[in-house]
């Protein structure tokens, strides 16, 4: 497997969370040679929140966790990788509920407490054993989460990945952080595809006020990429708060948000790079809408568009195409009053190309591995910014080849 | 340019439609060694109906027609291939005014009887006299149609596509003909994407009636297809009625309506056969849908999905991406009420995979160049069928290359 030409040159260092214990393991379902099951437990009264997939046929894990969200603790989380529990029906049900049951007598802790999540192929059940076996083996390993432990743990959560995603920030005017892994690369879309993160702090926050920041930070991040507009049946946001440091929400509810903000944009673009096929990163800003939501709208249009995201693997300033999204889209847009640019480089307006426009410096921009375009639609104030990945030869090879 | 391996064995034999005159010349404008201009004149009283593009950022000629229909008649209609004259501002404008005076002036009619359409590169203005130089060898050079003329427009008509399209029906019970012509490959999607489609017949019929039938056959024809979800600036579908018949509509609606949906059905079929790329044509049908509409969503979001449309490049009987597309829709369905077949091969029901599910016989059925794709939602008795074609590297090389 080739890495994506826009990973990062390493794994950040990531430090350990006060509360917070890592193992992962093997268990021979589907890959050879890695780890394919993490487990990650968090100590007494560590709150959670959560985000999920909106697909209405959702995987069992998925179930599962939505209503166990309810209590608000989360205090152990186990992720496998290579078959995605979805489509599994009453056999499904079984290994979410043996898995539990299992770890909650394991670790002595209630079952609502327990938080699963499952990524790979869809509509193959397995019996819960395959999992459940395992289980010893992790809680004999845990240990305190550090760089380390944190990179394995990103390793073991991958499908098609190329690189394990990871990210962390200090929380300005403190000693407590936010580490976070991630995994994720096609079936990206908005309101969350194929994707797992798993963030933990030490931070000490209620559940609800936990839920709230964390709805509204995925809404600017996770919500706001897509690789191939396929939305997964799988993707999960869980957030723990381990509560282990002296620091308290209400005294640095901003500080916390904004490394809240760090991480999951970090991650989500982290996702948007290891794009199946990706050669080049792709912002596309849309402002001057009439509402957030059509500027979004005419955003993911661009960004979702295969002729728009083919002319950019091309490194060709093909605008029409831009043009041909935002018409499409079904939000409001005028002609005349449109604005495109590509990089700094105004390359249309009044109906027409811009006279002073200047291709090469356009294909110039294109050249770079980080693109960016930009969409005036001068009809009103509104503003939206989404990140996509362009499309590629090597998008068909791979979906061609794997079951997912 | 290889053929697509879907095109037909041969262009059709298609019949002379009285009151029609075509001819075809060559601008120079962007193709070489090929005529890229069709001219096609309808004698008095022809009537017109029209559907076009939903794009919000429409081409200068569709504007110009949208604007024409309602006076109702139709008496010549010029279509060049290579410029789409699409977001080309005032001169956009001044094209297609200026064609219109040169056609109106020379043929003796009404600027307001004239229709244009234009397909190709967006955003890239040019002189009228490049156009409108032709026009006169092209009336010196009209001849009654016939399938070799017929065949010689269709060719016109043409940019990304790798066979010329046509169609024909007699109406029954009558001498009456329906003939149509029509182009497109890339950047088909719901309500018409750079697709162009004229129709002809010598039946008697108003313009209100004409347009009624036109509209509701134009909603399970081509407003059925899509190859890449990609919508144009320039989609246009026109419908001429010579009235040189002596059949009219009011003794003849059912005969006409049906003649008329075989012909633009056909059409559409050609045009997702030569979807770029594509080496399967796929039919999705979706039942047991609350509403029309609902089903229909469900059906273009299994068929818009990269990683269904890869996996029936792959022969892949990968089921869980139709899952995951029927999940992402956004409509309401049941995960344990769903049914997937794939041919006649049930894959899923009751939330997971039919226990005699033979994924043998599934892979049989997608190695075939016809592939059909069932999903029942089990919440209602409202059904559509929608149509596509799989996606390939070739279509990614096509549209990396070409400017369009």
Chains 1, 2 share one sequence.
Not at 88 to 100: F, L, N, P, R, Y
Not at 349 to 374: C, F, M
Request: proline share 3%; hydrophobic share 40%; charged share 20%.
């Amino acid at each position: 497997m080739t890495i994506s030409p826009l990973a990062p040159e390493e794994f950040p260092d990531m430090p350990n969370v006060p509360g917070i214990s890592i193992s992962t393991a093997h268990s021979g379902m589907r890959y050879e040679n890695r780890d394919d099951l993490c487990l990650i437990t968090m100590e007494d009264e560590t709150r959670v929140a959560g985000v999920f997939t909106r697909s209405l046929c959702a995987s069992a894990p998925v179930d599962w966790c939505k209503e166990n969200l309810q209590l608000g603790y989360g205090r152990a989380l186990i992720c496998n990788a290579g078959n995605a529990n979805a489509f599994t029906g009453a056999k499904g049900e079984q290994i979410v509920e043996k898995s539990a049951a299992v770890l909650s007598e394991s670790l002595s802790i209630p079952k609502g407490h327990i938080y699963l999540a499952s990524t790979g192929v869809i509509g193959e059940a397995f019996e819960p054993i395959e999992l459940t076996r395992h289980f010893d083996h992790l809680i004999e390993s845990l240990e305190a989460s550090g760089t380390a432990l944190w990179k394995e743990a990103a390793e073991a959560i991958t499908t098609t990945d190329t690189f394990p995603k990871g990210s962390s920030a200090k929380i300005n005017g403190t000693d407590a952080v936010v580490v976070g892994i991630a995994k994720g690369s096609g079936m990206i879309a908005p309101d969350m595809a194929t994707m797992l993160a798993f963030i933990f702090t030490d931070m000490k926050i209620s559940h609800d006020d936990l839920q709230k920041v964390v709805e509204e930070t995925a809404s600017s991040s996770f919500n706001c990429i897509t690789v191939d507009s396929d939305t997964s049946t799988s993707d999960s946001v869980l957030v723990f708060a381990t509560g282990k440091s002296q620091y308290a929400w209400d005294k640095n509810s901003e500080a916390f948000a904004a490394a809240l903000q760090l991480v999951f944009k970090d991650l989500a673009h982290q996702i948007v790079k290891d794009g199946e096929g990706a050669t080049k990163f792709v912002e596309i800003e849309v402002t001057g809408a009439e509402t957030t939501h059509a500027a979004k709208n005419i955003a993911m249009s661009i960004a979702n568009s295969p002729l728009v995201k083919t002319a950019i693997a091309a490194e060709d300033a093909n605008w029409g195409r831009i043009i041909m999204a935002v018409g499409k889209s079904g939000e409001k847009a005028d002609r005349d009053l449109l604005r495109i640019w590509i990089g700094d480089e105004l390359v249309a307006e009044n109906g027409q190309q811009n006279p002073s426009y200047s291709e090469k410096k356009a294909t110039q921009h294109l050249q770079k591995d980080n693109v960016k375009i930009r969409a005036d639609i001068g009809l009103g104030s509104c503003q939206a910014t989404v990140w996509t990945c362009d499309l590629t030869e090597r998008y068909i090879e791979i979906n061609a080849g794997y079951r997912s």
